[in-house]
């Protein structure tokens, strides 16, 4: 049972309305994660600006991977049932690759890195070992292509904490984090 309000496009503040308007126009439908983030039009404005700043950064494969990685660590139903979604219809990443993204790796060793290391991000609250910094440089991500991971993490953490916190009704085919 959601714990915040999940309001309609008529029934969020004024000045959310337009923004839930281009977030169907982008995507044909508005998630329930838009619709709560619209209580506050300030933060649905940051987490579209954000999202959409980092949609380019590395590739979308990657993206989806690190998200679903990190739903996992903090535990978010909601943000793993979503992102697995994307990832196989919108990246086209297959389920086999999405469920190894839950459970922090991929078959390709420089997107398991990148899952890994975001992983490790997400757990340690930024505090990464020398070693895990080295790995994901030896898989050949560049120092600017770090703080991409990092960034991803931080975007992808608000909306597990805000779905946590909400709890969220999933309009996504249902995958649990604990499924890893």
């Known amino acids: 049972m959601p714990r915040l309000t999940t309001p ?97 790796g991929a078959s390709d060793p420089k997107a398991a890195a990148a899952v890994r290391f975001a992983r490790s991000v997400a757990a340690r609250r930024g505090q990464v070992s020398d070693a895990e910094l080295a790995a994901v440089k030896a898989a050949g991500f560049s120092e600017a292509e770090i703080v991409e991971i990092v960034a991803l993490v931080a975007e992808n953490s608000f909306t597990n904490y805000l779905n946590n916190v909400a709890q969220t009704e999933i309009d996504f085919p249902v995958v649990r984090a604990d499924a890893a």
Do not use: M, W
């Open 8 to 104: 309609t496009r008529d029934d969020a503040p004024a000045a959310s309305q337009p923004l839930l308007d281009g977030v169907f126009k982008a995507l044909g439908t508005v998630p329930n994660l838009f619709r709560v983030a619209a209580l506050s039009p300030k933060a649905l404005e940051a987490l579209l600006g954000q999202s959409g700043t980092l949609s380019k950064t590395l590739d979308v494969k990657t993206r989806e991977r690190i998200a679903i990685g990190v739903a996992a660590i903090n535990g978010c139903d909601y943000c793993v049932s979503a992102h697995t979604y994307l990832a196989v219809n919108l990246a086209k990443i297959s389920p086999e690759e999405a469920a190894l993204a839950l459970s922090g």
